[in-house]
């Protein structure tokens, strides 16, 4: 069973910068994305950043230029690092990787950023 485990969330002023950890059990180069998806209280899951195999990434448009999503195939870990957070990034952070046979969900991290 595909186990992906998420760190690195917590509380940060507005401003600030996190960089979230989603360390995968199996090898990443099984997956062909992984990404990072949020959902705030009374919202629906959103995409935040995906990485596919082959290195193509892309953003939501409210993230780009601040948000990086990147991998350690090394370590199977993916990473989103977030830079002048805002409080509309407060969420639950999850990641997703995503193969030919189905896709697996990380418990959530959560990312409250305090003005």
């Known amino acids: 069973q595909v186990h992906l485990v998420e760190s690195g969330g917590g509380l940060v002023q507005t401003g600030g910068s996190l960089r979230l950890s989603c360390a995968a059990s199996?090898?990443?180069?099984?997956?062909?994305?992984m990404g990072w998806y949020r959902q705030a209280p009374g919202k629906q899951r959103e995409l935040v950043a995906t990485?596919?195999?082959?290195?193509?990434?892309n953003y939501a448009d409210s993230v780009k230029d601040r948000f990086t999503i990147s991998r350690d195939d090394a370590k199977n870990t993916v990473y989103l690092e977030m830079n002048s957070l805002k409080p509309e990034d407060t969420a639950v952070y999850y990641c997703k990787g995503e193969a030919a046979v189905g896709y697996w969900w990380g418990q959530g991290t959560q990312v409250t950023v305090s003005s």
């Open positions: 199996a090898n990443i180069f099984s997956f062909n994305a």
């Open positions: 990485l596919t195999r082959a290195g193509w990434v």
